[in-house]
Every structure is written in structure tokens, then in C-alpha cells.
């Protein structure tokens, strides 16, 4: 028998192979380019946009940039529910992913969808707010309502939610798949915590209401959940009655330790103040002259012979709400409180604002960075979670050493209880019962070579995690950022099981929310 030389076989394999490449360039090719006209075939009560879409692609971290082939302004739930089936039952053979984006306010591009579709979920926020009064007042909105309009809406019934974010312009489905903490939440937890009910979307176009008793699986999987399991569509957010006024006080340390003592006493004490937070300032020049627009010194002679220049001071700032006639009471309940605290005697300022001004204070921030075209510059933000018992050591290695000026951005540190968290949500924390919120929150100037500049930022940030890392501090990230798996796995730790049930649950086919980098979807070429 004769057998075919090597050289007579050559021909054939490489024919074979260009003509399977060749087929599958003409099936990715049809795919999408049947991509639009399917859809244009749907019937949705809104509309899709195929063109001008580079809004899609931007967000407040205005770092990366991602154009998705088109993007659905919904006008109900069932337009989202629409797509996500149709998308669904293509199967595994398309590349087709989607993304929520609210109001456009994710730092490293977590609510795009490279060459898919993104969701303008503020078209949804012309839906109607109802608002619940009685013994357990709640409001039922739009995931894609901002809270500033929540508050304006609740308002008008005397009431509004408990816990908050310290910007208000903000959708409730973005902060929710994230969990939403401010300065309340050692009192009354995040935001994530403050939900009776949730209407949501899932990764096969279902539609689902869910909450402790309904659902409940997915209703713990979706708050904190990154947008993997579903699309909040909406939420029925817990009330509280709402005062009238704030006094608002900020007081000063030099020492950390101390700063540190005095905040986690004042989140464990029964009768405190409403709102907590603290900030570090480092080498920040005219720090107390800047202040006395808005902010009356205790001692006017004293506060003016004091000098931030060159120094590394810690700012706890405070709020006490109160109603008109309750002014006196409230003085000496914060009189009280003050005098357990062991603060810079001189550093003491007070202020008297209306409840809706001090929750908006980030806004008019906002309009005088805008009106001077600062707003829209990278923002290369951190977030951490530190445990109490490493805060000290956190503190020392990278407010002390790493971290060398806060000109760039406020930097915050304050503590939370983590008994107001719900253990049953998808949200990371540390392990101990009380841990801080470190955010380091810079703005980056374009083209600059120097401490200011995204790239030196970035170095930044980078060293303060492997110092983490290294010091073995059990840190975890808040809104956290990975680029692989394996980090991902890392930073779930014990959840990351019930996350992968959750996925393989709610969305199989790992369709929504790709800019997070958790799972990339699987595709099936043949």
C-alpha cells in the first residue's frame, strides 16, 4: 500500500484551515451586522440609538472609554426585559452583552458594554414616586431616579430616607448594586440596608419583585451585587420623619490616635450625633480662613492665631438635626457630646444650615468646579475598608509616610458599625465589627508630569494597596476594581462560591455588566 507523502497532505490542511477561519469571520460578520436590524425589530415603548452614543462611554472616572453599539432609552421595565430575552435567546453563540448606566457616575468604566448595549436607566425616572406614610413610611421610585429628587419628593410629606450618600445626584440602582454609604450609616447602615422591596430584571429578561420574603436569594444577590445577577428596575426605600435644620460642626486633631478614639466612641454611644465623618488634611495652606464663610469659630481670637500650613490635622466633622423650637435643647446635647471629645480647643467651628442644603453640600461643590471646567477631569478615586485594629497601622504607614499632601482631593476616614450591615448581601467587608471607610477622592490635572498628574495618582494608589498587602491589614476595596479573575477571587474570599451560584442562577450566560470584569461571557464560535 501506498502511503501519502507529508508534502501531499500540506495542501489540504492549510486549505482546511483557511477555510474555517474563513467561515468564522463571515459568522462573527453576520452576527453583527444583523445586530441592529434585529433590534429594530423589537417593540419597545422607547427607543434604541445606534449613532452619537459616545455619552455611553464616558463616566466620572474619565479613564476608559468604551463605545457600545447602541443604547436603549427604556420608557418601562418591559423594554429592558424585552432586550435582556432577546439577547437570552440568541444563547451562548452571541457576543452581546448589557449594561445599566445611571447617571453616569462609575470611576473605571463599570457600567459600559464594549460593542454592547447600555441602558439609559434615567428614562426611566419620569415614572411616578409614591410615597407611603404611617407608622413604617417608604417610597417606592425608579432605579433610575436620582436621590436629590427623592428627598425633594419626600419633602412634601415631612419625610425622607434614612441613609444617604454623600452626593445626592446619584441614581438608586447605581448606589444600590454598590451598597451607598455617608456619614449615617454607623446609625442606620448603607443605603442597601434600607430596602423593604426590589423589582428586578435578571440576565434571562425575567422580571422578578424580591425582597426578605419573596425571592430572597436574588434580592440579597442584587443589593451590593455589581449589577451581575440583574437590573435593579425598582426599589422600595424605608422613610423617616425629616427635620427642618442641621447644626453642622467641624473640630480638629493632631494626633491620629486620638481622632480615631473619639469617632468610634461616638458611633457606639446611644444619644450622638446624626451624622459622622472625618477627614485628613495634609499641608493644606489657609485651611481654617477658607472656612469662615460658611463656618463661625467658638473663639474667633484663638481660631485666628492657629496655622494648618505645613501640618497634618484631622477634621471630624458633625451634624445634629433639629426642628424650629428645639434649638436650645439641641445646643446642650451637643454641648455634652463635644465635652467628651479631646479635639484642638481652638479648631472648633459651627454652623446652622437647612437639613436639604447640608445633604446637597457636594452639588454646590459641583457647580463652582464646573463653572471653572474642573468637573469633568480624571478622577483615579480608592475606596477602602479598614478594620478597627489595623486602622493605627493604616494610618501610620500611609497617612504618615506614603500619602505626602490632600491638595488633590479630600481624603476621608471614618467608622462604621458593621451590625447595621445585612450579612446575607453581596457587598465585602472585613471581618470585624467595626472597620472605616478610607477614601482617597483626587482629581487628576490632563498631560501633568507631577503629583497631580493620573499617572502619579495612580502610582499612588498602587503603592497604598501593596502596603496593605504587605502589612497583611485585611483590607477590602469598596467599589472595587479588578482585571482578573483570580483578583476577584481573592477579594470575595469565602463569598466568592455563592457569587458563582448566583451568576450560573440569575445570569448564565454572564450578559450583564461586563464592565465590571467579574465574568466574561462565554461564546460559542461553531
Known amino acids: 500500500m501506498k502511503f501519502p507523502s507529508k508534502q501531499n497532505n500540506v495542501l489540504p490542511i492549510r486549505s482546511f484551515t483557511i477555510l474555517l477561519i474563513w467561515c468564522l469571520a463571515i459568522k462573527l460578520s453576520l452576527c453583527f451586522s444583523s445586530f441592529p436590524s434585529s433590534l429594530k425589530t423589537l417593540n419597545v415603548e422607547g427607543h434604541f440609538c445606534f449613532d452619537n452614543n459616545e455619552f455611553a462611554a464616558r463616566d466620572f472616572g474619565n479613564r476608559f472609554r468604551f463605545l457600545p453599539s447602541a443604547v436603549l432609552h427604556p420608557k418601562s421595565v418591559s423594554d429592558i426585559a424585552t432586550i435582556i430575552e432577546h439577547i437570552w435567546q440568541k444563547g451562548p453563540g452571541s457576543k452581546l452583552t448589557v449594561a445599566a448606566r445611571g447617571h453616569g457616575h462609575s470611576l473605571q468604566g463599570q457600567a459600559q458594554a464594549p460593542q454592547g448595549i447600555v441602558i439609559n436607566m434615567e428614562s426611566l425616572s419620569r415614572q411616578e414616586m409614591k410615597v407611603h406614610t404611617g407608622r413604617f413610611p417608604y417610597v417606592d421610585v425608579s432605579a433610575g431616579e436620582l ?31 454598590n451598597a451607598g454609604i455617608s456619614g449615617q450609616a454607623f446609625r442606620h447602615g448603607p443605603q442597601i440596608s434600607n430596602v423593604h422591596q426590589l423589582e428586578v430584571v435578571t440576565g434571562k429578561g425575567e422580571v422578578r419583585v424580591c425582597s426578605e420574603e419573596q425571592n430572597a436569594d436574588l434580592f440579597h444577590g442584587v443589593l451590593g451585587g455589581l449589577g451581575q445577577f440583574g437590573i435593579i ?39 450622638t450625633f446624626d451624622y459622622i465623618e472625618g477627614l485628613v488634611m495634609i499641608n493644606k495652606t489657609g485651611l481654617i480662613n477658607n472656612w469662615r464663610s460658611s463656618f463661625n469659630p467658638q473663639d474667633p481670637v484663638q481660631a485666628s492665631q492657629f496655622k494648618s500650613d505645613g501640618r497634618t490635622l484631622f477634621c471630624l466633622e458633625l451634624t445634629k438635626n433639629f426642628n424650629p423650637g428645639e434649638a436650645d435643647r439641641i445646643d446642650q446635647e451637643i454641648e455634652s457630646l463635644l465635652s467628651q471629645l479631646s479635639y484642638i480647643p481652638s479648631t472648633l467651628f459651627m454652623s446652622e444650615t437647612s437639613y436639604v442644603e447640608f445633604l446637597d453640600r457636594v452639588h454646590a461643590a459641583e457647580l463652582k468646579l464646573r463653572s471653572k471646567g474642573l468637573w469633568d477631569l480624571p478622577h483615579p478615586w480608592l475606596n477602602l475598608l479598614v478594620p478597627k485594629s489595623k486602622i493605627n497601622s493604616f494610618a501610620e504607614g500611609v497617612l504618615g509616610n506614603i500619602l505626602t499632601d490632600t491638595n488633590n482631593g479630600p481624603v476621608l476616614v471614618y467608622p462604621v458599625n458593621k451590625s447595621r450591615w445585612d450579612n446575607r448581601t453581596s457587598v465585602v467587608l472585613p471581618e470585624e465589627d467595626i ?92
Open 435 to 526: 472597620f472605616y471607610l478610607v477614601a482617597f477622592l483626587p482629581q487628576a490635572t490632563p498631560l501633568s508630569k507631577e503629583n497631580d498628574g493620573l499617572e502619579s495618582l495612580l502610582s499612588l494608589n498602587k503603592r497604598i494597596l501593596d502596603y496593605c498587602e504587605e502589612a497583611h491589614l485585611g483590607v477590602k476595596q469598596y467599589l472595587p476594581h479588578y482585571t482578573t479573575q483570580e483578583e476577584w477571587r481573592a477579594h470575595f474570599g469565602q463569598q466568592w462560591e455563592v457569587l458563582v451560584r448566583r451568576k450560573l442562577a440569575y445570569d448564565p450566560l454572564a450578559i450583564l455588566a461586563p464592565g465590571q470584569r467579574i465574568f466574561q461571557k462565554a461564546i460559542s464560535t461553531l
Open 233 to 271: 428596575t425598582r426599589a422600595r426605600i424605608a422613610l423617616e420623619p425629616a427635620p427642618k435644620m442641621v447644626k453642622w460642626i467641624r473640630v480638629h486633631y493632631s494626633d491620629f490616635s486620638t481622632f480615631a478614639r473619639d469617632q468610634e466612641h461616638l458611633i457606639s454611644v446611644e444619644n
Open 147 to 177: 436621590w436629590i429628587n427623592i428627598l425633594h419628593e419626600c419633602l412634601k410629606f415631612g419625610l425622607a430616607p434614612k441613609s444617604w450618600t454623600d452626593y445626592l445626584h446619584l441614581t438608586v440602582g447605581g448606589t444600590l448594586s
